[in-house]
């Protein structure tokens, strides 16, 4: 998983490149809270563009990840999500608290590139 | 002529596609990504579509995890995989000899999980229940448990426009 902060905006985009499934999800977890607590974001973005697998554990990894900027005044966001994971983000209900976003909108390509 | 056409179709496939496969591996959570891509590995002689592979490939994930963290919790023990096509459809079992299931229908409930703190979210059951056909589940308390699910590959059939044994057939 690769991740950059953007000072200016406060805006800390992951861009996740493993498959997600219990065995990866430790190592997503732990860099992910570790960067939230360095940077102190207040907004936290998952790019989903380069996982080609997700399972259940990816649920539990953004609920995880949605409750600890919470708790640090963060918001969390999901980016190009395919339809099969949408589908299981769908199922589990989070998508009612975590919103989908699009990282290729020009807001976000004009600061980011 | 547009019936004869069906039936060869269908007489290849029948006779084509019968097969099984087994595989057993230790409990640990690295051979999750092992278990799904073989499964779908040899589902795929089934023609599927990169969606109804992906189908397959999230229900064995679920499965296989299922048996690792709660079948032999942090224990170690095997995890055996059986599948077989036939025709169109792929019959998957996925078993352990852990810990069992008290109350089947409970542990299938939405959000149900028994393992809160380690960020699982209780949606295993309902994911595969909702991407195969079928899912049924046995367990015995301290015997394991044995998960079995299908699902026909629709592809099979709508992908078989040229057929070149139609056409030699009707040459002669
Ligand atoms: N192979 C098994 N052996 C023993 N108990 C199991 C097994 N599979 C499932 N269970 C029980 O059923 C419950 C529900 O399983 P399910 O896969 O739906 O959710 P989960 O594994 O808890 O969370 P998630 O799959 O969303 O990460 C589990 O919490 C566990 O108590
Ligand atoms: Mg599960």
Redesign the interface.
């Known amino acids: 998983m690769e991740s950059k902060f953007y000072e200016e905006d406060k805006l800390l985009i992951f861009r996740i490149t493993d ?1 997600i ?3 990866s ?1 430790q190592k997503i ?1 732990r860099r992910a809270d570790y960067d939230i607590e360095r940077y102190m974001p207040r907004k936290v973005i998952f790019d989903f563009n380069r996982v080609t ?5 990816g ?3 953004i ?2 990840r949605y409750k600890f900027a919470k708790m640090l005044g963060s918001t969390v966001e999901l980016s190009n999500l395919t ?2 994971i949408k ?2 983000f769908e ?2 209900g989070i998508l009612r608290l975590i919103p989908i976003t699009n990282l290729e909108d020009e807001k976000y390509i004009n600061k980011i590139g | 002529m547009k019936n004869l056409n069906i039936y060869i179709k269908e007489k290849k496939m029948k006779s084509e596609i019968e097969n099984e496969m087994k595989l057993e591996f230790i409990s640990k959570s690295a051979n999750e990504a092992f278990a799904r891509i073989t499964v779908a590995a040899f589902a795929s002689q089934l023609d599927p579509t990169i969606e109804e592979l992906a189908d397959i490939k999230t229900a064995v994930s679920e499965a296989v995890t299922n048996c690792i963290i709660h079948g032999y919790d942090k224990k170690q023990g095997i995890v055996k995989i059986f599948a077989r096509l036939k025709e169109n459809e792929i019959l998957i079992e996925i078993s352990d000899k852990g810990k069992g299931i008290e109350n089947i229908d409970i542990a299938k409930e939405p959000l149900y999980t028994t393992k809160p703190n380690l960020e699982r979210s209780g949606m295993g059951f309902t994911i595969m229940e909702s991407f195969m056909d079928e899912v049924d589940v046995e367990s015995v308390v301290g015997l394991g448990t044995k998960v079995t699910m299908r699902k026909v590959i629709k592809n099979k059939l709508e992908n078989e426009e040229s057929d070149d044994e139609f056409e030699m057939i009707t040459k002669e």
């Open positions: 498959e499934d219990d065995f999800v977890r697998f997700m399972d259940s554990a649920i539990g990894l609920i995880g339809s099969s589908k299981i199922m589990s």
